[in-house]
């Protein structure tokens, strides 16, 4: 415990650049922060800092030790409060990286119920389809779908989404319903760039079927709507078309097909989340369990 302290008191005195701004910090006496400071160096058996008489610098043992310091005592730390905070209600403000279209079709709302149970939490939100760096990006969490590379981080499955097939009455009429897998080869496919085949399973049967098209798109929401102005069949999520079906734009095509799930990632730095974020995680997968 010592040692973790001394460590905490190095953190300090680097983000404050000094001894003094240290102490008016952590209310422990310049005097003290020397000595703890000297005996860890001692410890490690390095100099970690260059000290002058107006500011300390890190030396580069020094950098990689504050490194590793940072990230020991920042985790204590949220040990500490993930504890307290299982007697309170979580609050501070949510940093979440988030998919633009699965956000807004499904995850608006579970937000929304989340933050009514929540109240002492606000959020920031990023709509980007782009891979955020978690260590150095002041994120708490980001949701990504499909499978995901091998990393450092955190990767925490919270859902499955099966797609299906999907197409207007209109396009249906002037083209002819599709009665096997094979047969989408002859139809306009509206799918996603550098998608070539859509896989699709029954049971323990597979069939995979060479696509095309005049539309290719990045996004959900553009292949849906295309498809509810007669464009083509499209493969996508039950809940994301919920509405054109309901309100008859679209029709589901060959209903015992359908295409691998595709997994929905939470990612985070670590394995120790204030309760914030667990929460959130929690809540998120339950919520995304009852709708998929």
């Known amino acids: 415990m010592e040692l973790l302290n001394d460590m905490a008191l190095f953190v300090e005195v680097v983000k404050a650049r000094g001894f003094r701004g240290a102490a008016e910090a952590t209310g422990v006496p310049n005097s003290t922060l020397s000595r703890r400071i000297g005996l860890l160096e001692k410890a490690v058996g390095l100099r970690l800092l260059h000290r002058t008489t107006r500011k300390v610098e890190l030396t580069e043992a020094g950098q990689l030790y504050y490194e590793r310091c940072r990230r020991i005592v ?79 981080l955190v990767a925490r499955q919270i859902a499955m989404l099966s797609a299906q097939l999907y197409a207007s009455p209109r396009y249906l009429e002037r083209c002819g319903e599709p009665i096997s897998p094979e047969a989408l080869s002859q139809h306009e496919c509206l799918a996603f760039p550098k998608v070539e085949h859509w ?47 309901e309100a008859g734009r679209l029709r589901p095509l060959l209903a015992d097909w359908h295409a691998k799930p595709l997994p929905v990632y939470a990612l985070t730095e670590t394995r120790l989340l204030p309760a914030k ?7 998120v997968r339950d919520r995304l369990a009852e709708m998929v």
């Open 74 to 152: 920042e985790e204590a730390r949220l040990a500490h409060e993930q504890l307290g905070d299982m007697l309170a209600q979580p609050s501070g403000v949510l940093r979440a990286s988030l998919p633009v279209d699965f956000a807004n079709i499904h995850l608006a709302p579970i937000i929304t119920a989340f933050a009514e149970r929540y109240p002492g939490i606000s959020f920031e939100l990023d709509l980007t389809p782009r891979r955020v760096d978690l260590v150095t990006e002041p994120f708490d969490v980001a949701i990504r779908m499909g499978e995901q590379p091998s990393s450092n």
């Open 199 to 245: 896989t699709l399973q029954q049971g323990d049967a597979t069939a995979q079927v060479r696509i095309g098209g005049r539309f290719v798109a990045n996004g959900v929401g553009m292949l849906r709507r295309l498809a509810t102005l007669d464009q083509g069949v499209v493969l996508l999520p039950r809940t994301a078309v919920a509405a054109d079906l």
């Open 277 to 283: 974020t667990q929460r959130f995680i929690e809540f």
